[in-house]
């Protein structure tokens, strides 16, 4: 029995590629994505998308790499924290570092690693270092100055701007 699957993952790829060509087209050829969830090895999507193929955005990526480069943003918060990677079991500066290593590896580029919420803390400057001395462009912003504080109140999670 020849069962069909839900997702035609060579048809997705197709699809997004020409659309997103022809939006850079469209912006003068600069566009900027946000691509969620995981890039590779997104095997939640695969087993809840039966058809979908877990390194699907990256083989979306490697289509466009010659007019693609990365910019991985990470909460400075989180590296500040040491917050584990829950599916991973590894700490967010780990994840960042493990990224761009195989970005660079499957020959795509990687511009840069913004952080955001940026507070000066020894552990976010000591890695901002060490991307730096791998070659990396780093980046900061604490969005806090920039756009005001944002309260959020336990059951409004809608948040409100507090200050400027």
């Known amino acids: 029995m020849n069962e069909q699957l839900p997702f035609n993952n060579s048809k997705y790829l197709t699809i997004q590629s020409k659309e997103i060509l ?11 994505l946000e691509f ?13 998308l039966p058809g979908f193929n877990p390194d699907s955005k990256l083989q979306l990526l490697l289509s466009l790499k010659d007019k693609s480069e990365i910019i991985i943003v990470i909460n400075s918060e989180d590296i500040k924290n040491r917050r584990i990677h829950g599916d991973l079991g590894i700490t967010y500066d780990v994840d960042v570092e493990r990224l761009i290593l195989k970005y660079l ?16 803390c020894k552990a976010v400057d000591t890695f901002m270092r060490k991307l ?8 900061s912003v604490d969005f806090r100055r920039v756009y005001g504080i944002i309260e959020y109140r336990k059951g409004n999670n809608t948040g409100g701007r507090v200050g400027t």
């Not at 850079?24 to 050829?29: C, D, L, Q, R, V």
């Open 36 to 48: 969620g969830g995981k890039l590779f090895d997104d095997f939640h999507a695969s087993r809840v």
């Open 105 to 120: 590896k499957v020959g795509l580029s990687v511009c840069g690693v913004v952080f955001s919420f940026y507070e000066k």
């Open 132 to 139: 730096k001395h791998m070659g990396i462009r780093v980046f």
């Open 22 to 32: 022809d939006r850079i087209s469209k912006f003068g050829n600069k566009l900027y």
